[in-house]
DNA sequence: ATGGTGGACTATCCA
């Protein structure tokens, strides 16, 4: 029987970018029983589409699965255990076909829903498109994805992934000292913005969490004790169009991740809604 | 104090 008997046709979606899903396979298990999600989308899985691990992750119970991997860079996956249908028709951003965007549609109860999981481009150190390509990157792939959303809507729609910016004042430990660091910049805070406000978004993860506290998704690597200097981030994302932000009923960010074994320097994220 | 660590994969690139 399902277990969640309160709130039956309630819909668990998860994102979190696993830095390597070959290494980080087991992770898994404990994402799936921490979070009880029913879909999963993974971002930097860093493997080739013939490579990757299906068998474990069907071992899980996501009978459904559709990636988009390369050698070594990027890739993203979405992983479910209801049936899933690849977008066939959704852009290659920046024309690069660099693995950044998974787009499908999901069989949900009370019909079909839009899912969107994203891997937005870190932007390299030097928050200048002109001494830095990679910023430029990321600031071009914004505004497309801006302009897209802009002109289609978005409708029974989720958004979820590393969008590698953090809005808020209170999405990092310190908005003075990472004014000029690159993931929450003014122009890239602007972009984040404006691609939101494109078709509606809702931020769930503020739905849930008011906007003069903390919360944060990501904690460098480069840190002696990460959970003791608390230099974190919010990069990982989930959004919602309009018509379903009514229908958010929790939320939660798995900061015990960090402390997993091997752990990825993100940590995964879920909300609960009932489409 | 301008470092530090981690993953992919073989000399560095990327985060």
């Known amino acids: 029987m399902a277990k ?20 980080r396979l087991p992770l898994l298990q404990n994402l799936v029983t921490d979070l009880a999600p029913d879909v999963i989308c993974l971002q930097e899985t ?12 069907a071992a899980l119970g996501f009978t459904h699965r559709l990636i988009r991997g390369m050698k070594g860079y990027n890739g993203v996956a979405v992983l479910s255990r209801l049936p899933i249908t690849l977008r066939e028709d959704d852009p290659d951003w920046c024309g690069k076909g660099d693995c950044r965007h998974l787009g499908v549609m999901l069989d949900a109860p009370g019909g079909p829903v839009e899912l969107h999981n994203f891997y937005v481009p870190a932007g390299g ?3 200048d498109r002109e001494a830095n390509p990679k910023f430029g990157h990321k600031l071009d792939f914004v505004a497309e994805a801006t302009r897209w959303f802009d002109a289609r809507g978005a409708k029974r729609a989720v958004l979820v992934g590393d969008l590698n910016i953090a809005p808020l ?7 003075k000292q990472l004014l000029d660091v690159v993931s929450h910049t003014p122009i890239e805070v ?15 993860l503020r739905h849930f969490v008011p906007e003069d506290q ?10 002696r004790d990460w959970r003791a200097a608390d230099r974190g981030r919010r990069l990982d994302h989930i959004w919602v169009s309009d018509d379903l932000a ?18 990825s320097d993100h940590v995964p994220v879920l909300v609960e809604f009932t489409p």
């Open 4 to 23: 969640r008997g309160a709130s039956r046709q309630a819909l668990r979606i998860a994102t979190w970018n696993i830095n390597s899903v070959r290494l």
């Open 46 to 57: 860093k493997c080739p589409d013939e490579a990757f691990p299906h068998e474990g992750i």
């Open 125 to 127: 150190d030097i928050p």
């Open 169 to 175: 004042e209170h999405d990092v430990w310190s908005h």
């Open 190 to 204: 602007e972009g984040l913005i404006g691609w939101q406000k494109a078709a509606g978004w809702h931020d769930a």
């Open 214 to 223: 903390k919360l944060y998704t990501w904690w460098s690597y480069r840190a």
């Open 246 to 263: 009514g229908k958010l009923s929790r939320h939660q960010v798995l900061k015990d991740a960090r402390d997993w074994p091997q752990a």
